[in-house]
């Protein structure tokens, strides 16, 4: 079964803490998206990335970096994690021209 | 990316048919239609996609008027286990490496009631 996995589905972080949340993916796509899920706002699209070493920004990049080195892991990186970065994290992929995305399970941050 | 709007919320009897309309009423020529389904504390799913009239797979139902101006999601005889946030995008099929990202809006939540 092809799947998207993200390594931790609940994690509890300090303030000013860096954090790395890590996907893989088995399907060989070349698209790699981040969102965060919030109560009330839906899916906010935070960094994309269509091929390695690539990254495009989405509706809300800042505080917040990516890395792509081998096509089947996107990491997001909180530099200096706030309590406002608390949210639900999810990992999806797809082929390079397709809207069907898979997402992972996704990962609870929770920053205190 | 054209604009969707969608109801909040419905509230459906197990059994019946749902029905879920979409407005889109800029979308561009080359722009597809693609419905996402959520689960509490999941990632969301793909359903369905098209282009125009109808498309059927064996969850859904997908039916786009000629004018393309709205599509409309149909679920046939709902359970309790199709309660779940209905997402409907809108993205342009023919754009280059890179652009094929979705921005997803809040959804409809639907609630099967027994």
């Not at chain 1, 509706?59 to 917040?64: A, C, M, R, V």
């Not at chain 1, 994290?89 to 399970?105: H, I, K």
């Not at chain 2, 969707?4 to 561009?28: K, L, W």
């Amino acid at each position: 079964d092809v799947k998207v996995t993200q390594s931790s589905r609940y994690l509890v972080k300090r303030t000013g803490e860096k954090v790395f949340l890590e996907c893989v993916q088995d399907m060989d796509h070349e698209n790699m998206f981040w969102y965060r899920q919030d109560p009330g706002l839906g899916l906010r699209l935070i960094y994309f990335s269509y091929d390695v070493k690539m990254k495009e920004k989405g509706d809300i990049p800042e505080g917040y970096s990516v890395s792509r080195e081998k096509k089947e892991r996107f990491s997001l990186i909180l530099e200096s994690a706030s309590t406002n970065q608390t949210s639900m994290y999810l990992c999806a992929s797809s082929f390079l021209y397709d809207y069907g995305y898979t997402f992972g399970s996704g990962t609870r941050l929770t920053v205190v | 990316l054209a604009k969707t709007t969608q109801p909040i919320s419905m509230d459906s009897y197990e059994g019946q048919e749902v029905n879920i309309t979409c407005s889109h009423n800029n979308i561009a020529t080359n722009d597809y239609i693609t419905w996402y389904q959520q689960f509490p504390s999941q990632g969301p799913r793909f359903i369905i996609q098209g282009y125009k009239t109808k498309v059927t797979n064996e969850v859904a139902s997908l039916f786009i008027p000629a004018d393309r101006k709205s599509s409309t999601l149909s679920l046939p005889r709902v359970s309790l286990s199709d309660t779940a946030v209905y997402y409907c995008l809108v993205g342009d099929r023919d754009s280059g490496a890179g652009s094929y990202q979705l921005t997803f809006g809040k959804g409809t939540k639907l609630s099967v009631i027994p």
